[in-house]
């Protein structure tokens, strides 16, 4: 299987850094019939007391109503690239060194394996950025 490699949009949203925080959030875009592919939540240790929920992608207009219900918006600084194939070993390194000798800097990475698949989720400073990655990694 080659690389597939495409755009997507990052939505988030601040939670309540308590047990069930997250999944307040979560059961609201469920309810909607949401599909989601990644869901990473973190504390923010710069703002006590909360954290933060990224999850995606929210397709269709039930979804997004309820995401944006729930206080998920689309981010307008985080950029994000969707990756996935064949897992092989080396491979988040070819990635990050593609990126790196193109003078791509990014500002998170998430990437697993499952069985011989891979899926890897990678967030950029900006939509052009995003859009050099999107074609220089097709070419991987």
């Known amino acids: 299987m080659a690389i597939k490699v495409s755009r997507n949009d990052v939505w988030m949203t601040v939670i309540d850094d308590r047990a069930g925080g997250?999944?307040?959030?979560?059961?609201?875009?469920?309810?909607?019939?949401?599909?989601?592919?990644?869901?990473?939540?973190?504390?923010?240790?710069?703002?006590?007391?909360?954290g933060i929920l990224f999850a995606g992608p929210m397709e269709g207009a039930k979804v997004t109503r309820a995401a944006e219900a729930a206080g998920f918006k689309r981010s307008e600084t985080i950029h994000g690239v969707r990756i996935e194939g064949s897992d092989k070993p080396g491979l988040g390194a070819k990635i990050s060194r593609a990126l790196g000798e193109a003078g791509i800097s990014f500002r998170g990475m998430n990437a697993m394996a499952v069985g011989k698949s891979f899926l890897s989720f990678i967030a950029l400073d900006s939509a052009d950025d995003a859009a050099r990655a999107v074609k220089l990694l097709r070419k991987l």
């Open 22 to 50: 997250a999944a307040d959030k979560l059961e609201a875009l469920s309810r909607a019939g949401a599909d989601l592919e990644v869901v990473f939540a973190r504390r923010t240790p710069e703002q006590p007391g909360q």
